[in-house]
């Protein structure tokens, strides 16, 4: 069991390395507040960070921006490799960022 349910929600988001040097755009499997899955083809390891930009709504927010995109870092709790490449991996949010 989950420490908390997540809601099957898909999203478009914009997913980045926090150094920058790729992005990939793919879409949130589940959500909650404080995390959510997604699936992402580059290479990923456990406890790597990311950053990623999503139209999230206002229920699931920790901090209301005003802005109609929501900008976190997240860290990778959980990493499935899938068959055709894909990871199937669970992030926990860090921050909720200002950009």
């Not at 499997?29 to 950053?51: A, I, K």
């Not at 995109?69 to 960022?97: C, K, M, Q």
Request: charged share 25%; hydrophobic share 40%.
């Amino acid at each position: 069991m989950r420490p908390r349910e997540r809601t099957w929600l898909c999203l478009p988001l914009l997913v980045s390395s926090t150094a920058g040097d790729w992005r990939e755009f793919t879409e949130s499997r589940d959500v909650h507040q404080f995390g959510m899955g997604l699936r992402l083809m580059h290479p990923v390891e456990l406890g790597m960070r990311l950053r990623a930009k999503l139209p999230m709504p206002a229920s699931f927010r920790i901090r209301q921006t005003g802005k109609r995109l929501y900008t976190v870092s997240a860290v990778i709790r959980h990493a499935t490799s899938l068959p055709d490449g894909a990871n199937l991996i669970g992030v926990e949010y860090e921050a909720v960022l200002d950009d």
